[in-house]
């Protein structure tokens, strides 16, 4: 199958229609398809503004689903975050934030394995600006040690967990990292699992469930092939191509992504 082949078959809408009867689960799957939207289209104010209206309110039936999109909205606005210049000084927070939200929907849910997988990827970012911090360092170890063991056992065929396991063997140090080859292995299975899961999704499954996972693993193929030793850049060209077929409004990828592939040899290619 061609990467395009593959971005089309992982690609999803962004939200799908829901009965009018419930219009509080109508409304949740609008701000799920305005976060998701915000998110690759780098609008940080957006994120915040959509966080702050995913508020649970009292509404117990939704209160998980609610939690974990507010968290994942801050978790994006602090990733997106990372591509600007200067970096904005509100990371940190919006990173522990989205953490707290993710606790939050766990413990109104405590089977479900996505808020974890969403702790997993707060928690990578904290110890990235925590480098010069050693204490805060191993406090954020303590806990992420045994919830990666977790994810790992439980979601190891899921593409949102494939992506940042794939992103810990690319870019933690060893004996965790730094393994471009094992990490391109791990996000062609996510790339794999999102097709799986897109089509094995059932029509009664609710929008809201997360469903994300193609396109970033796509990317992540991208980025691992221009920005390590496996560098190829018409294989890296073909991915960030895939990840904008599958996520046509991904700012990172179009306007960041793109021309640094661009930008490589053509006389650079994988062995």
Known sequence: MTV????????????????AADPSARGLAEIVREVRRADYRGVRAELAQLAAELEPAGDTALAAPRLYWRGFALWRRALNGFNETPTPGDLR???????????????????WIEPRIGMI???????????????????????????AG?????????????????????GAPPPYGGDAARAAATYRRGVEASIDEARGTAAG???????????ENLMGLAYLHSHSALADRELALAYAHGALVAAPEWRYVREILLPQVLALPRSVAGD
Not at 4 to 19: I, N, R, T
């Open 205 to 215: 499954v609710p929008p809201w469930e997360p469903r994300w996972g193609g396109a």
């Open 93 to 111: 927070r919006d990173l522990e934030t989205a953490v707290q939200s993710f606790r939050l929907a766990l413990a109104a849910d405590p089977d």
């Open 150 to 170: 977790v994810v790992r056992e439980r979601a190891a065929d899921n593409p949102r967990a494939l992506w940042l396991i794939g992103g810990t063997q690319l």
């Open 121 to 147: 990827g707060c928690w990578s970012s904290l110890l990235f600006l925590a480098q010069e911090d050693a204490a805060r360092r191993e406090a954020i170890l303590a806990e992420y040690v045994p919830a």
């Open 4 to 19: 395009f082949a593959l971005a089309l078959a992982v690609a999803a809408p962004l939200a799908a229609g829901l009965p």
